[in-house]
């Protein structure tokens, strides 16, 4: 018996704190997560490739690594909202801001119980708002939010896809030449002009000796045939 493995999700976990970004990645890992972390807003723009045109006040942000965000594939950003140089707030409008990146869900954890602050965030998109420490059970909220991203993904990577044949190459629809008509069943019929007078005389006649035979018949089957002889009396004798 073959039993279907769970799908993996990749989260991006956005913290400046290194004992809070461990403390998430363990959790997330035992949710069965594969699990990026770091340790700035601006650096989670780049990892997602929405780096250009942003402001950079963190002069740690900076990067030597090569961009990789257009090879992995992310289905969920957890942040912290207390973060110098850019809040997690800013990172979540930056992120429903852009077309590309607009369906991750973004999930903000905080230490600080601030409605205003909460209600702010889910107003801007946020799908959940985690207090501090985050536990086990909050993290299986987000199944379901990291399933639907994957599914709109694959859907998206089928539609993008064009069917192939065997050898990997698109299909190309191929229209048969037609050279000669009557192979496939089509007669061309000579005008009228074309029909020599000798061919419609000889119809004429035809049609007409056709319409004779047919009223003579007809007559025939009445009682009234043409051919019929005046009467013959026999057995009369006539005096002189």
């Known amino acids: 018996m073959v039993i279907a493995a769970e799908p993996q999700f990749h989260v991006l976990a956005v913290d400046d704190s290194l004992f809070d970004r461990k403390f998430i990645e363990r959790l997330l890992q035992k949710a069965s997560c594969h699990v990026t972390t770091v340790?700035?807003?601006?650096k989670a723009l780049e990892f997602l490739g929405l780096r250009e045109g942003v402001e950079i006040?963190?002069?740690?942000?900076?990067?030597?690594s090569p961009v990789i965000h257009q090879e992995v594939e992310v289905n969920l950003i957890i942040t912290d909202y207390c973060m110098p140089g850019m809040t997690g707030y800013d990172l979540l409008k930056k992120v429903k801001e852009s077309s590309a990146c607009k369906n991750i869900p973004v999930v903000i954890m905080s230490s600080e119980n601030v409605p205003a602050r909460i209600s702010r965030c889910l107003e801007e998109g946020a799908e959940e708002f985690f207090l501090k420490p985050v536990r086990l059970a909050d993290l299986n909220k987000l199944k379901p939010h990291m399933m639907k991203t994957k599914l709109k993904n694959q859907k998206l990577e089928e539609i993008e896809t064009p069917s192939k044949d065997e050898s990997g190459t698109a299909a190309a629809?191929?229209?048969?030449?037609?050279?000669?008509?009557?192979?496939?069943?089509?007669?061309?019929?000579?005008?009228q002009s074309e029909v020599e007078p000798k061919q419609?005389?000889?119809q004429v006649v035809q049609k007409e000796e056709q319409t004779m035979s047919?009223?003579?018949?007809?007559?025939?089957?009445?009682?009234?045939?043409?051919?019929r002889s005046r009467?013959?009396?026999?057995?009369?004798?006539?005096?002189?």
């Open 173 to 191: 629809v191929v229209e048969p030449e037609v050279n000669n008509l009557t192979e496939i069943g089509i007669k061309i019929l000579p005008l």
């Open 200 to 202: 419609v005389h000889l």
């Open 214 to 227: 047919n009223n003579k018949r007809k007559s025939v089957e009445e009682g009234l045939s043409t051919d």
């Open 231 to 240: 009467p013959r009396f026999e057995g009369i004798t006539t005096a002189v």
């Open 39 to 42: 340790d700035s807003g601006y």
């Open 57 to 64: 006040n963190d002069p740690d942000a900076v990067s030597t």
